[in-house]
């Protein structure tokens, strides 16, 4: 879910814009450990203007995290194109992002830090994977009632693409055990992923 916004005076969309670029660039460059007063300055707005949009860093990762999300979901677009399409152009949006080595690392930190900071880790999975399953879901429910795949369970079979797509190599990547995939890699990875996908819940 989106990082809730303070009350007050309405916001600027450049600084907005401003903010969230230098946000993400910082926090895949420095981890959580990154300062609000260097993305202050990286942003070129002073830190009460980001206190005046998010009450504090948790919400401003969140912020980072679900416009990273949004951009993914955008190609589900029911109807535009079959499953198979669709869901392919997805699953290239979504490794894209999740073998990132950069953000690979930052949920690295993220995941050492929950312990302490169990807010911080609930903020993330829900602007991120939780929304984008979320998101998944309602559309794999449109493409079920429009009668082009036969599901039970949409959430469930949300996690089982994403499943598929991450495969245990996710975990390798995140032990640091995994070497970068090219992009071809990861569009092999993702059509056998939507083949498997459109195999099993295809209407009979």
Do not use: N, W
Not at 9 to 36: H, W
Not at 46 to 53: E, G, L, P, V
Not at 56 to 76: M, N, P, T
């Amino acid at each position: 879910m989106p990082a809730p916004r303070r009350k007050g005076r309405r916001a600027d969309p450049s600084k907005d814009e401003a903010i969230l670029e230098a946000s993400s660039t910082l926090f895949m460059e420095r981890g959580y450990a990154v300062s609000l007063d260097e993305i202050a300055a990286a942003a070129g707005v002073s830190k009460q203007t980001i206190y005046a949009r998010y009450a504090c860093k948790h919400d401003l990762l969140a912020a980072v995290v679900h416009q990273v999300a949004e951009e993914i979901v955008g190609a589900l677009k029911p109807g535009a194109a079959g499953a198979g399409e669709t869901l392919a152009k997805f699953g290239e949006g979504f490794v894209e992002v999740v073998f990132d080595t950069r953000r690979v690392a930052m949920l690295r930190l993220i995941i050492a830090e929950s312990a302490q900071f169990p807010e911080l880790a609930q903020r993330y999975y829900e602007s991120g994977p939780a929304f984008v399953r979320t998101q998944l879901a309602a559309y794999l429910e449109g493409e079920m009632r429009a009668g082009r795949l036969a599901l039970a369970d949409t959430r469930a079979a949300a996690s089982q693409f994403l499943g598929l797509i991450m495969g245990a190599d996710h975990l390798a990547a995140l032990m640091g055990l995994l070497e970068a995939q090219s992009a071809s890699g990861q569009r092999r990875r993702v059509r056998a992923a939507v083949d498997a996908f459109i195999t099993l819940y295809a209407p009979r």
